[in-house]
């Protein structure tokens, strides 16, 4: 399975950005979930949404719930991040994944095999 990414950007504080992410190869059978995680300069990757494909349920961080909207067009294997109210600490690289978590690593890492290389989301104070 292959991720590509995109919809990355700089905005201004309270603006909004919505990401992209369709995979490609042997999707049917390689995942049941996707995510995005986020990674700031000097942090570690962190969960900000995911949300299983089939029956659609979402998990959101604490961090971004009310902000952010993930979801998915299953025709087109796309996974979707709508990003509003965009703070200053959403600055990061996000980085989309698929996979086959658990009902205890959907929002970990470890849960996801897949991964796409990050677009860059800028907001400026």
């Known amino acids: 399975v292959q991720l590509q990414a995109s919809g990355g950007g700089w905005v201004q504080t309270g603006g909004s950005l919505r990401l992209s992410c369709t995979a490609s190869?042997?999707?049917?059978?390689?995942?049941?979930?996707m995510g995005w995680f986020r990674q700031a300069p000097g942090t570690e990757r962190e969960f900000v949404a995911a949300?299983?494909?089939?029956?659609?349920?979402?998990f959101l961080a604490d961090s971004v719930k009310g902000r952010f909207t993930i979801s998915t067009d299953n025709a087109k294997n796309t996974v979707y991040l709508e990003m509003n109210s965009l703070k200053p600490e959403d600055t990061a690289l996000y980085y989309c994944?698929?996979?086959?978590?658990?009902?205890?690593?959907?929002?970990?890492?470890?849960?996801?095999?897949?991964w796409g290389q990050g677009t860059l989301v800028t907001v400026s104070s």
């Open positions: 994944a698929a996979g086959t978590p658990i009902v205890s690593t959907i929002t970990q890492r470890l849960g996801y095999k897949y």
């Open positions: 190869g042997r999707t049917s059978s390689m995942h049941n979930a």
């Open positions: 949300i299983r494909t089939s029956v659609r349920s979402k």
